[in-house]
T-cell receptor, first 116, second 113 residues
């Protein structure tokens, strides 16, 4: 069974608008971490934001925020005021557990295109 | 500001050949990882290391071996390459497996013919 689901293979957003990229996850662990990464067309992977399962507040990093709904097991990425440079693949990832041997697994990704 | 450096960046192998991918990081990170990326499948963990001299299997370890003799280097070996190992390989490292995001290398594009 897929641990990380990203149901939107491709998304379009108008420049300066906000966009939400969906991520749902499956785990029976109480302690886990959620991550979002960006991969531009140049190919490098860039870490954006982290949310811990025990964090009470949603994580924010500049224009990125993570809408964490624990009961629904969702961790959606919200990008405010989209820019052309936001066009990229976005990957949701999860670490189950809290030891160094617990692995981080990635979802299949969502392609975001920002339209001028 | 080197960060994580992967060599080589591109390689074409014939089926059955062997090769080693090198990952070097200059951030004194404890934890290092090898992932492969295939279209539509995100990244899948091959092997990882939680410290110098340690290695562990990830999701897709078959056909690969790794070594971490020095803290800054993590080597990925293919003993007998197969076309199914055609992929983009990423190395990553972090100093905080709990909250820290990974720093990734720029990737190695490997084609096995």
């Amino acid at each position: 069974a897929q641990k990380i689901t990203q149901t939107q293979p491709g998304m379009f957003v108008q420049e300066k608008e906000a966009v939400t990229l969906d991520c749902t996850y499956d785990t029976s662990d109480q302690s886990y971490g959620l991550f979002w990464y960006k991969q531009p067309s140049s190919g490098e992977m860039i870490f954006l934001i982290y949310q811990g399962s025990y964090d009470e507040q949603n994580a924010t990093e500049g224009r990125y925020s993570l809408n964490f709904q624990k009961a629904r097991k969702s961790a959606n990425l919200v990008i405010s005021a989209s820019q052309l440079g936001d066009s990229a693949m976005y990957f949701c990832a999860m670490r189950e557990g809290e030891t160094s041997y617990d692995k981080v697994i990635f979802g299949p990704g969502t392609s975001l295109s920002v339209i001028p | 500001n080197a960060g994580v450096t992967q060599t080589p960046k591109f390689r074409v192998l014939k089926t059955g050949q062997s090769m080693t991918l090198l990952c070097a990081q200059d951030m004194n990170h404890e934890y290092m990882y090898w992932y492969r990326q295939d279209p539509g499948m995100g990244l899948r963990l091959i092997h990882y290391s939680v410290g110098e001299g340690t290695t562990a299997k990830g999701e897709v370890p078959d056909g690969y071996n790794v070594s971490r003799l020095k803290k800054q280097n993590f080597l990925l070996g293919l003993e007998s390459a197969a076309p199914s190992q055609t992929s983009v390989y990423f190395c990553a490292s972090t100093d905080s497996f709990l909250k820290g995001g990974y720093t990734f290398g720029s990737g190695t594009r490997l084609t096995v013919v």
